[in-house]
């Protein structure tokens, strides 16, 4: 052997010996900060040849506390993925001109207001599109590529302007709303022009094939309550002359062309379950005619349409119990077809032009959400892309179980139980039972590390988590969606304690040390429970509805409680005095902590305030935090992760009476 060769022999030899001897990382637990520190991964967008993936990846930036969103690129056969943009501002839907040349996108780096803009996916730098003075909502490219169509709100007019200058801008509720416009700007000249102008907000353009007409949608006014009187409408890009195309009661929404241009794929609703149930998928000729379900039968509700080259075939994405899959359906309509069978959790697929390859983020309760491709949708085979979060594996994380149990009333319910890392058969644990929003939310196999979901930090720490889909939850079809109706706090509450009772059973949970967490209708949960029970050591009621009469006429969302409780308040006095937790609030005695966002419309913080004082008055042991400048769900990162550690102490105090460290600045 020659003397180079000898020494290069030895050094991989001795390389070998280190790597083999060497102890392996030790693992740790997680801990709030690592979730704040996770990168969220979306909005996977394939080029159309198939070539290439360009998503959205969001950072946390706490100096400028605030989400960072970035525009990524990921080769579709692998490699490294590139990074696009970096600027410290909101990159978003980045979406692929037709001849896959360039990338536009919606960012706000200019100013507050977001425009779009257009950049080289191979190399170059961001140049500004639009020059529009309320910030552009969504767009979508013409298929010749020499347009787009965009959204935005009416500018305001020059005494508007003044007014607002002035301080003269007293609001007068429900009157001169400002209205989202769809406007068309020329690509190479960024000549701009509105061409919708109806008494109405639009939303979801979509251009035909043949680039002369746009379908959108439609709703009376941009106030959250009529978010589910949506119609769909088209307008001539030539003339700019607009057509109703459904006349449903209920709501009509995203709107997809057939590849020929002949038709139109969209997601509806009637009226004859009041004003909730399942969207269903329903196609109708280009001029509005021949209107006819898709997969009638379907128990669960697919998501928007994506029509096959040859108009054949319509794909969707839909929830599934605890996972999503994709699903195919005959366009005249048929059984649908299971393409994938995972245990995680399927979102935005999106296809290459020729249908060929397929893109989608894909997650499960080991793995955050990553880029993946199939080839194939014959046989479906997802290839991963990306890794954001390289640090998971130097993570302990609980091992999750999809469980089922039988409810007072012997009806099945199921759920997930996420386990303590060093799981000891025969030991028991302290619990926590996280109630899902909605009510029609629904825990899904995905993996537990947001602020709302923190599981992981749980399992690592040696607690138990308990995911409950209760009567009420999506992913289990209609009948079961609507299960709750006129029922809050009854039999969905009972389905909560039957499944910690089937976990004391089996030696799993310690009942006396379990807690109770929830946001939204999961803070209305856990409210009611601690009005209903003390089983419970501590719970935390996040962004929770406590009293639904109060809550009726303050919140932003009265048709959804109209079809849940049967009406209005004044008319189903009974209805909502029974569900509110501040009825039965001097049975309250469990240490609770409040926590909610400062300008939540959805629910006002006087829910919150109203149990505060109640549980304050009673002598019950609580904590209430109001988080300035947040809405329903908390934006800032610092927020976020100051939730996180109210609520790990707040537990860690009443449940295993260990008192938090004193307070630290970050």
Sequence with gaps: M????????????????????????????????????????????????????????????????????????????GGDP???????????????????????????????????FLISPFGGEAQKLT???????????????????????????????????????????????????????????????????GDYSA????????????????????????GGVTDIWMVSVESGKPRKLTNNEGPDASPRWSPDGSKIAYLSRDEKNGLLGQLHLTVMSADGSGVHEVAVGFKYQPGPAIWSPDGRTIYFVSQVGTT??????????????????????????????????????????????????????????????TNHNPEVAGFELGRGELIRWKSKDGIEIEGLVLYPIGLEQGKRYPMVVDVHGGPSGVWTQAFPGTWGNFGHVWAGHGWVCFYPNIRGSSGYGENFLLSNVRDWGGADYQDIQTGIDSLIAKGIADPER???????????????????????????????????????????LQRILDGYFGGEPWNELES???????TFIKQARTPTLIQHGAADQRVPPTQAWELYMGLKKNHVPVEMRLFPREPHGLQEPRHQLDKMRREYAWFSKYVLGVEPPPEKPD
């Design 2 to 77: 020659k003397p180079i060769a000898r020494v290069i022999f030895l050094a991989i030899a001795l390389a070998t010996v280190l790597a083999t001897s060497a102890p392996a990382q030790q693992k740790r637990p997680m801990t709030p900060e690592d979730v704040i520190a996770l990168k969220q991964v979306s909005d996977p967008q394939i080029s159309p040849d198939g070539r290439f993936v360009a998503y959205v990846v969001t950072s946390a930036d706490l100096k400028e506390d605030a989400a960072d969103p970035d525009i990524w690129l990921v080769a579709a056969s």
């Design 82 to 116: 590139i990074r696009l943009t970096t600027n410290n501002k909101r990159d978003t839907e980045p979406r692929w001109s037709p001849d896959g040349k360039r990338l536009a996108f919606i960012s706000n780096r200019d100013d507050n207001k977001a425009q779009i």
């Design 131 to 197: 020059e529009s003075k309320t910030a552009v909502q969504s767009f979508a490219w013409s298929p010749d590529g020499r347009r787009i169509a965009y959204i935005a709100q009416q500018e305001p007019i020059a005494d508007e302007e003044k007014k607002q200058k002035d301080k003269d801008d007293t609001i007068v509720v429900d009157q001169n709303y400002k209205m989202s416009r769809i406007w068309l700007i020329d690509v190479d000249t960024k000549k701009a022009t509105e061409l919708v102008k």
């Design 203 to 226: 939303s979801e353009p979509q251009w035909s094939p043949d680039a002369k007409t746009i379908a959108y949608v439609t709703v009376p006014t941009p106030k959250a309550d009529d």
């Design 324 to 385: 999503s899959q994709l699903f195919s359906a005959p366009a005249t309509g048929g059984e649908p077809r299971a393409i994938s069978s995972i245990t995680g959790v399927i979102s935005q697929a999106t296809f290459s032009k020729d249908g060929s390859v397929a893109a989608f983020t894909k997650s499960d309760i080991q793995h955050p959400a990553d880029v993946y491709v199939t080839r194939s949708l014959s046989s479906f085979a997802p290839v991963q892309l």
């Design 514 to 556: 379990l807690a109770q967490a929830g946001w939204s209708y999961g803070g209305y949960m856990t409210a009611w429970t601690l009005t209903q029970t003390n089983r419970f050591k501590a719970v935390m009621v996040g962004a929770g509805l406590t009293d639904m009469f109060s809550m009726y006429s303050t919140d932003d």
């Design 576 to 582: 909502y005095r029974r569900a509110s937790a501040m």
